[in-house]
Structures are given as structure tokens and as C-alpha cells.
């Protein structure tokens, strides 16, 4: 089944504490981002990756890094993470001659306390 | 810049009545793609219908259907003969048409909270 997977789907935790979302798509795609999502701004791009090893800000790329060294996985990692990073994550890929055909993976709750 | 916007908050509507969702953008572009998007309580983005700028023809998916105005810049969802489960946040997006493997950016509108009530 061609699907985008993210891990974890829920997590707590406090600030200053280092972490990664996973990210995996199963469909061969050049494309990835990351999007966050809050209550009355919509879903907004953090960093986006047109290949492996290419990557480039979104929106709002402060306080996260990613990486893209398999074509198949895009991280994002929270070097420090603040209460403001609160938010529904979702990572989402497509192919790179059909850009209008995302496929968005399940979202991951975040809270940083 | 690109912007995408919702004016309307929250909507409620009774079942099998019909309800329009509304969405304007601004762009200098002349050719892109309008979404709607479909957030039920699942969390999952699920795309309901997809529009090309370049077609006159306005797209319809079974009882979702839309009202593209370019030259107004809107481009609003009815929802025919409304479900229970219809009931979900809804989100207005924009991408402009990229070449190949130039990206595939989507820019969000606020979101619709619609409500289908029994």
C-alpha cells in the first residue's frame, strides 16, 4: 500500500529536550516537506527536500533541522524544543513530475511543556 | 507572495441540505492548482478535489463541487446533499504549477470547521 508513515503520532515532552519525527514514504518520491498546523493559520511549510541530500527552508524553518539522506525518509529534528513548537506535524511527499499529487502522512501531536 | 484566505470560521448545516465553503486567493501567477482538503476528527488530510487554473470547466467529485472564479480569485466548495460525516475542518490550498521536480508547495487557508447536525 503506498502510504507516508510518521513516528511518533503523539508525543509529550519538555523543553530543551532534543527530538526526531520520523518520516518514510514507500512510493518512490522525489518530493518531501514538512508542514505544521495551528488553530487559525492553517497548515504552514517548515523545510521541503527535492531529493536526497537537497534540501531548503519552508515558512517557518526556525528551531528545526532535517535531513534527506535516503530518498525514502525525511526527518525532523528538534534540536531545542520550545512551547511555541507545539503543534500537529505532518509530513507529506510526491512524485517530481506530478507535484499536485501529495500524499500526506497521519500527523504527529506534539506538546512541549 | 501567495495567500490563501477563509472567511468563514465555522459552518453548520443540516443533513442532506447543501452548504458552500468559501476561498479567495491572490496570486500573480497564471498558472496553478486549487485543493480542498478534508480534515475529519482523525486528524488525516484527505484531498476532496483538485482544480487546474488552465480549465475553465469547474471540477466536481460526486457531491463536492466548486465555483472557480479566476479572474475574482475565488474558488468556493459546495457540498451537496450533506453526510454526517462530512462533518471535518476543511482547508482551501494553493500550489502554482511547478516544473518537474521544482517542488510542490501548498499554501493553506485558515480552515473551515463545518458542522453537519442530524
Known amino acids: 500500500e503506498a502510504q507516508v508513515t510518521q513516528n511518533p503520532r503523539y508525543l509529550i515532552t519538555v523543553t530543551g529536550k532534543k527530538l526526531t519525527v520520523t518520516c518514510s514514504q514507500n512510493?518512490?518520491?522525489?518530493?518531501m516537506s514538512w508542514y505544521r498546523q495551528d488553530p487559525g493559520l492553517g497548515l504552514r511549510q517548515i523545510y521541503y527536500s527535492m531529493n536526497v541530500e537537497v534540501t531548503d527552508k519552508g515558512d517557518v524553518p526556525e528551531g528545526y533541522k532535517v535531513s534527506r539522506k535516503e530518498k525514502r525518509n525525511f526527518p525532523l529534528i528538534l534540536e531545542s524544543p520550545s512551547p511555541n513548537q507545539t503543534s500537529l506535524y505532518f509530513c507529506a511527499s510526491s512524485p517530481g513530475d506530478r507535484s499536485y499529487e501529495q500524499y500526506f502522512g497521519p500527523g504527529t501531536r506534539l506538546t512541549v511543556t | 507572495a501567495q495567500t490563501v484566505t477563509q472567511s468563514q470560521p465555522e459552518m453548520s448545516v443540516q443533513e442532506a441540505e447543501t452548504v458552500t465553503l468559501s476561498c479567495t486567493y491572490d496570486t500573480s501567477e497564471n498558472n496553478y492548482y486549487l485543493f480542498w482538503y478534508k480534515q475529519p476528527p482523525s486528524r488525516q488530510m484527505i484531498l476532496v478535489i483538485r482544480q487546474e487554473a488552465y480549465k475553465q470547466q469547474n471540477a466536481t467529485e460526486n457531491r463536492f463541487s466548486v465555483n472557480f472564479q479566476k479572474a475574482a480569485k475565488s474558488f468556493s466548495l459546495k457540498i451537496s446533499d450533506s453526510q454526517l460525516g462530512d462533518t471535518a475542518m476543511y482547508f482551501c490550498?494553493?500550489?502554482?504549477?511547478?516544473?518537474?521536480?521544482?517542488?510542490?508547495?501548498?499554501?493553506f487557508g485558515q480552515g473551515t470547521e463545518l458542522s453537519v447536525k442530524p
Open positions: 512510493m518512490n518520491h522525489e518530493y
Open positions: 490550498a494553493f500550489m502554482k504549477h511547478v516544473k518537474y521536480n521544482q517542488g510542490g508547495k501548498l499554501i
